[in-house]
Structures are given as C-alpha cells and as structure tokens.
C-alpha cells in the first residue's frame, strides 16, 4: 500500500556553473584549432556525450573521417614543401580552414543552446496530502454535517412580467353598511306585524 508520504524525487543531472563550460570550450576550441583540426573530434565527442542526439553522434563519425583522411593526406604529400604542387597546398589549406569553421562554430552553438534550453533546474516542493479523518472524527462531524443539508433553500421571489396586464383584486362590499341596511329591514318587518297586530284587536274589540 502507498502512504501518504512525499513522491520519491528523480535524481536530475547538475548543470555546470558558466565557468566551468567557459573553460571546457575554451581547451577544445584550441585543441582543435592547434591541431589544424586533426583533434576535431574531441569538441564533437563532448557534445554528443552532453547531448545525447543521433545527429551529434552522426556528426561525430563525419569528423572523425574527415580527420583520418585529412591525416592520411598529410602523410602522403612530400616532407618537401617545394616539391607539393599549388593545387595539393591548396586542397590541404581548404580542407584543414573548413574543418576548422565547422566543427568550432557547430560544437559551440549546440552547446551553448543545449544548455540555454535545459535552464537552472526548478526547486522541487513536495506535494501536500491531507490526512485522512479519524474514526471518531467522522463520527463527531457527521452529526454537525446533517442538519446542514437538509437545510430549505430561500424562497425565489417571482418577479412580475412587465408584459402582462395587472389584474386589480375585487372591492368587497363593505361589511357595516350591509349590516344596516339588514337591521333597518327588520325594523320594518317588526313594524308591519304590529301594525298587523293592532288592527287584527282592533276588528275583535268591535
């Protein structure tokens, strides 16, 4: 089982500091260039070994029998330089400058880009867990936590629709003025069987 502890860190490969490369390329550019480029593969096999690209290790082979030819052409001309024709000290001048150009001005651009592009390696944080809750804390929270969602959400109040007419509410009738027009009837109906009442004696009496 995994825990909660922090993630093993990944061994990461060191930059040099600048003065170090600036020493670095300052040794092999003279190497090679005190070498009449016969040592032109030393810079390229640094800088497949930092790299690590197929194309700087490509690159390496190229050098490296460009240097073999270049040395075997060396040793096949004449100790003489009277007896080297023009064009053969030519040839070797062109071949030794081209070198030269080449393997100095690549091995330092891929260089210098390779580590602008790896940068100063970040600072590594570790990564916080929370830790999981206890047996007795879920139990205490639980209880809390309850009430909490069943609690009623307020009401929406609806707003009117501005498109729609109001509808005014009926005016009930007042309740006093019905209750006397209801108490003057009776009035009149207690009026009218008393005069009922005397008039019914009356016509006995005579």
């Not at 090679?32 to 490509?58: K, Q």
Request: hydrophobic share 35%; net charge neutral.
């Amino acid at each position: 089982m995994h825990g909660y502890g922090p993630m093993p860190q990944q061994p990461t490969t060191p930059r040099p500091s600048p003065a170090t490369l600036t020493t670095v390329r300052v040794i092999l550019v003279a190497l090679t260039v005190l070498s009449c480029g016969l040592l032109g593969w030393a810079p390229m096999l640094r800088l497949a070994i930092v790299t690590r690209r197929p194309r700087d290790w490509f690159l390496l082979v190229v050098v490296l029998a460009l240097n073999i030819g270049l040395f075997a052409f060396i040793m096949a001309t004449p100790d003489d330089p009277d007896q080297m024709s023009d064009a053969a000290a030519l040839f070797m001048m062109l071949w030794i400058l081209g070198l030269l150009a080449g393997v100095i001005t690549y091995y330092l651009y891929a260089e210098i880009r390779h580590y602008n592009t790896l940068g100063a390696p970040a600072p590594y944080s570790t990564p916080v867990h929370p830790a999981p809750p206890l047996p007795y804390q879920q139990q205490h929270l639980a209880p809390h936590q309850q009430p909490q969602q069943h609690q009623p959400q307020p009401q929406q109040h609806q707003q009117p629709n501005p498109y729609t007419a109001p509808t005014t509410p009926p005016t009930p009738t007042p309740a006093p003025r019905r209750l006397d027009q209801v108490r003057a009837e009776l009035d009149e109906l207690s009026d009218y069987l008393r005069k009922e009442n005397n008039d019914s004696r009356d016509g006995e009496g005579r």
